[in-house]
């Protein structure tokens, strides 16, 4: 039976279109599913909409919509966002399902009779946006923390959820469990500044607006955002709080492997959700990553600063797995990333055109014009080979350490790396030069077969970051033999196969020209 390996991103608010920033989490998420995939797990990636809220009450009556229509219309185009990039998701869910939100009630009313949530009354400062009530020591600059925007005096009678009364076994269990919030500055972060100054009951019901989940026992109240938000990870694979023996999809999946969220939201998935999981008496997930954000030029992207990029127009303008490549590899693990035009011309053309596109072009071609197309088997070693060979065989285990780590830049930086190897080796080998020498015909099949045969298993692990480019690399070497265990031998080209026409992967562009085109939109 196959490891099971459970990813999730978080749900996207169904406020607007998601853009690039947004875009970043699912792309990384599809890029450990895949590669997971790959090793041979049985993966199950989650992803969806996150649809209730007062927020979504204003935005539909501003155009005129029932909030539902109005979510229905933006959750297809996160779907159609999320596809566009060719994510791989295995359920794309939405918190507006009728068994989420009946699930959601059960929850809810399970932690009320077992005490730990209670009715009270909520005074304090409360930002619209966030659906957050916030104390002044919390505001920043008398603003809200999270999203920079004006807060206003509120009062309502509200249920509240006993966090202080788990505290200190979410410390032991954060402390005991070194992975459990990931990367290191976060989960200091967390610590310091949330848990340990200590933890107010947190306001779960609202009263003020009337779009979400209701109550079961008192529907003068809705379900605050975050429990039902929250809560998809476990409603989806079918958990009931109601049932002793819940579903063989929730059995098999749960506790998830890494709910993979922005580093803006960390602090409910590491507090609220943890503490919900440990009220309901269920396993926490194993890991929380809170991953950096993508900055437009040095500024976080905001429609009111018109530096907002979408992904769909990324795609348009330059294709698929170059925008996915860029997002992988220029993304730090821990430190905010940034995204332009000109850095994205510049990685295009440096990495995709010049290394990766240009190197399988050159090699097919060789092939080729040296041969007709026709394996020939490899004969003729030297000790210059040993380099190459060596490397590519040790590249899966590099791989293999960076994608554990989450280090996914570093995981293509291996790739990119034997990549850049086999261009030095042509340059070294030069095999238009064997080619001018009758008695060097083994030795030029041989350096072409190595070429060959690195760019195969190259293609085998990009397979989890460019899937649509591997595909067109197995194409042109006319191959099926895609298993990572292969890369081992150095043996996985069959000989006397006949490789199909090159075709160029990449095109480089013209900076100047396409910057203009770009002005132009």
Request: hydrophobic share 35%; proline share 4%.
């Amino acid at each position: 039976m196959n490891k099971t390996f459970y990813i999730s991103t978080a749900i996207a608010y169904t406020s607007g279109k998601p853009h690039i920033g947004n875009t970043y989490e699912i792309v990384l998420a599809d890029a450990i599913a895949r590669y997971k995939r790959l090793m041979g797990y049985d993966v199950y990636f989650q992803t969806g909409t996150d649809e209730h809220g007062q927020k979504i009450e204003q935005k539909a009556d501003i155009v005129k919509k029932s909030p539902q229509e109005f979510v229905d219309e933006i959750s297809l185009e996160v779907r159609r966002v999320w596809s566009c990039l060719n994510t791989s998701f295995d359920k794309f869910v939405r918190t507006t399902n009728p068994t989420h939100e009946e699930i959601v009630q059960k929850i809810f009313k399970k932690l009320y009779d077992q005490g730990d949530i209670y009715l009270g009354k909520y005074e304090g400062l409360y930002c619209t946006p966030c659906e957050s009530f916030f104390t002044e020591s919390q505001l920043v600059d008398g603003k809200c923390p999270d999203c920079g925007r004006d807060v206003h005096k509120a009062e309502e009678e509200a249920y509240f959820f006993r966090l202080s009364k788990y505290a200190d076994r979410l410390i032991e269990h954060i402390e005991s469990h070194p992975d459990f919030i990931k990367p290191e500055s976060r989960k200091n972060e967390i610590m310091n500044n949330f848990i340990k100054p200590g933890l107010q009951d947190l306001c779960v019901s609202r009263t003020s607006f009337k779009w979400g989940i209701p109550v079961s026992f008192n529907d003068a109240h809705v379900i605050y955002v975050w429990i039902d938000a929250l809560s998809n990870y476990i409603t989806f694979l079918g958990y009931d709080p109601d049932k002793d023996i819940q579903s063989s999809e929730f059995n098999k999946y749960w506790p998830a492997d890494i709910h993979l969220i922005g580093k803006d939201i960390l602090r409910f998935h590491t507090i609220y959700w943890p503490i919900m999981l440990m009220a309901l008496d269920l396993p926490l997930p194993k890991q929380i990553f809170g991953h950096p954000w993508v900055l437009c030029g040095n500024d976080k992207m905001s429609k009111s600063k018109g530096n907002v990029l979408y992904a769909d127009d990324l795609v348009e303008q330059f294709g698929i797995d170059e925008i996915r490549y860029y997002l992988l590899h220029e993304i730090p693990y821990a430190n905010d990333g940034t995204i332009t035009y000109e850095l994205l011309i510049d990685r295009i053309n440096s990495d995709l055109a010049n290394i990766l596109g240009n190197l399988v072009n050159r090699t097919i071609s060789m092939a080729h014009k040296y041969f007709d197309g026709i394996i020939v088997k490899p004969t003729a070693f030297e000790e210059i080979d040993k380099d190459l060979i060596t490397a590519v065989r040790q590249m899966p285990g590099k791989v293999d350490t960076a994608m554990n780590e989450l280090k996914v830049a570093e995981a293509l930086d291996e790739i990119f790396s034997v990549l850049r190897k086999c261009n030095k080796y042509i340059d070294e080998t030069m095999p238009w030069v064997l080619a001018k020498e009758e008695n060097k015909k083994e030795r030029l099949a041989t350096v072409l077969y190595n070429l060959l045969e690195s760019i195969r298993s190259s293609a085998i692990l990009l397979q989890a970051f460019l899937p649509d480019t591997a595909d067109e690399i197995f194409r042109q070497l006319n191959t099926n033999n895609r298993f990572i265990d292969s890369i081992e031998g150095f043996n996985g080209l069959d000989i006397d196969l006949k490789l199909n026409e090159p075709k160029p992967l990449f095109l480089r562009i013209d900076k100047e020209e396409k910057l203009k085109q770009v002005e132009n939109l």
